[in-house]
């Protein structure tokens, strides 16, 4: 979609996707080593009691659901800005996440560009908000 096709407060729900402990332990020892994040006899006597997925693995989950909903295809030219980004509530293996997307704001640019603002809520199988944050994107008009 172009930007001119979104209208702000319009919303969408992406698809869910189960997180499981090795997904969060190959993604944790790659970008994010912490203990409660890949060593799971220690993080069983931390504050969450086991093995929790890495903050930024959650943002990745929430944008990866609302990129593959396809409502940017091909008009998106890059993203421009995050902002207000909140880790909520800890994701533990077997969660199933799911994204609300609300559209935020639409600034049209030059050369028939402008920017987008979405606001990217992800839930747990609980429906029990995980992660939000802001990202805006340049897009086609």
Known sequence: MKLDE???GQVFKTKSLKVSKDDIMRFA???DPQYMHVDEEKASKGRFNGI???GIQTLAISFKLWIEEGFYGDDIIAGT?????T???PVYP???LFTIVEVLD???KRNELGILTVLLSTYNQKEVKVFEGELSVLIKR
């Open 6 to 8: 979104f209208t702000i």
């Open 29 to 31: 020892g790659e970008f």
């Open 52 to 54: 929790i997925a890495s």
């Open 81 to 85: 800005e995050m902002n207000h980004m």
């Open 87 to 89: 880790f909520i509530k």
């Open 94 to 96: 077997d969660d199933e």
């Open 106 to 108: 639409k600034q049209p």
